[in-house]
């Protein structure tokens, strides 16, 4: 019997191998010839795995077919194959399992099977009206500012809303601004900056978070976790956009031919994005080299669980963070808002980032044989498709063949968590019956 974490693996390959298929038909390329199987295939995992990654600008290499493909396998990927199939089952009035209860807390990372299907009304309701008023909102921007047509504005609208929700990094202003232009053009327009930027904020805080923030003015309170991911991720955005800003203050390729509102607002739109939106505004490859780090640390820790974003999540981060602070301290235990955190739960922080360096270390190795770019470039693309952000400081289109494999590997990785591919290919555990004699080890 497959257990849930194996369930998860196995709906995500098989949506990739069915979004493969699709991209592949000569109806997919905007020029009626096939994309090469390759192509397809990293473009159909980066949809799914809402990481942005691209070898093709979506908007000149794809047809409409293409690209509606493309994003339904983003909102597919986005809020999970399984909430899909069990809004569906809902509306035919079909019954839900426990097992299936079961599924969607390890696909929502929800503590308990309690209240799990409530939730995935949630999550539906939530996207649904998110993504519909940020359509809207792009839609009459393109239509009043870009001169768009009313149906391609309209159609811009809903593309960029459900990429930008889903932390997915895709766009088509290649048809407007040329290939690969990407939202650079648009890094002084407060409209677009601050539509997208809330679109990937709400996006990346989880929909639990989201729940809380809505049920707020009623219930006055927030949960232990809504806390922790609304302080981190503020503490996150406010440091990110400092750094960006005194970093590339000066830099003659990013911000300094800005106006002084231009650099803070393209500061703090990086920042944001870095927590796994995977669009820009500025060159990634210009940044200074530090800034560049700082963002690779930024895209590691990621978003919030059960969010559309990636990395290890922020949570996790934080955890880490409380557990050195306990340690300095001299306490036994990790508190955050005065609340202690169980001791199993601080081990698997440590174990999730501990596998996720493992696996960046690994296959950025990996890259530096099949790719001829210095390590930052390599490292600042692992960590991008590992923590499914989709920056790119330039490496992704200049792949090759298997410099496309790895990081095709590393979305998938990213995307379903080390923990769930661990539990997916391990035997059923069994709790031990006998502890071993305690020792000492020197440490330090």
């Known amino acids: 019997m497959l257990t849930p974490p194996k369930i998860l693996v196995v709906g995500f390959l098989l949506i990739i191998t069915l979004g493969t298929f699709l991209l ?41 077919f293409g690209q509606i493909v493309m994003i339904v396998l983003v909102q597919i990927g986005g809020i999970g194959f399984m909430t899909m199939a069990t809004i569906i089952a809902l509306a035919l009035n079909k019954r839900i399992s426990l097992r299936e209860r079961l599924i969607l807390q390890e696909a ?46 309209a159609y811009f609208g809903i593309f960029h809303s ?11 202003m290649g048809t407007v601004n040329g290939p690969f232009s990407g939202m650079v053009p648009f890094v002084t327009d407060p409209f677009i900056n601050i539509v997208m930027m809330a679109l990937i904020f709400l996006g990346g805080i989880g929909f639990i978070v989201l729940s809380d923030l809505i049920e707020f003015p009623t219930a006055r309170k927030l949960s232990l976790h809504s806390k922790v991911v609304l302080t981190a991720t503020l503490c996150l955005v406010v ?10 203050f000066s830099n003659p390729n990013t911000l300094k031919p800005l106006h002084a509102g231009g650099k803070f607002l393209a500061s703090l739109f990086q920042s944001v994005t870095t927590r796994s939106g995977g669009v820009a505004t ?40 409380g557990a050195v602070h306990a340690m300095m301290r001299g306490r036994p235990d990790v508190i955050l808002f005065r609340k202690r955190i169980a001791k199993d739960v601080v081990y698997k922080a440590i174990t999730l980032t ?12 990996l890259l530096s044989v099949t790719e001829h770019q210095d390590f930052l470039t390599i490292l600042f693309e692992s960590t991008s498709a590992f923590g499914t952000t989709g920056l790119s400081m330039g490496l992704t289109t200049h792949l090759s063949p298997l410099g496309k494999v790895w990081i095709i590997c590393l979305m998938f990785f ?9 539990y997916a290919l391990s035997r059923e555990r069994k709790k031990d019956l006998y502890n071993y004699p305690e020792g000492q080890i020197i440490i330090g």
């Open 162 to 172: 459900v990429s930008m929700f889903n932390n997915a990094g895709f766009d088509l």
């Open 24 to 64: 592949s038909l000569p109806i997919s390329s905007a020029t009626g010839v096939r994309i090469p199987f390759l192509n397809a295939l990293f473009t159909a995992t980066s949809a799914t795995c809402v990481t942005g990654l691209t070898v093709l600008d979506s908007g000149t290499a794809l047809s409409v």
């Open 354 to 365: 501990l596998l996720s360096l493992l696996i960046i270390i690994l296959f950025s190795m």
């Open 239 to 248: 440091i990110g956009t400092l750094v960006i800003f005194v970093m590339e």
């Open 414 to 422: 990213g995307r379903l968590g080390p923990l769930t591919l661990i």
């Open 282 to 321: 500025l060159d990634i490859g210009s940044l200074r080299q530090s800034t560049q780090f700082m963002i690779i640390l930024l895209m590691f820790a990621g978003a919030a669980p059960g969010s559309t974003g990636g990395g290890i999540k922020i949570t996790t981060f934080v955890l880490l963070l």
């Open 108 to 153: 929502l990372n929800h503590g308990t099977i309690n209240g799990v299907v409530r939730l995935v009304k949630k999550v539906t309701l939530y996207s649904v009206l998110v993504e519909l008023a940020g359509a809207l909102l792009l839609g009459l921007h393109f239509f009043f500012s870009l001169r768009l047509p009313v149906g391609q504005a």
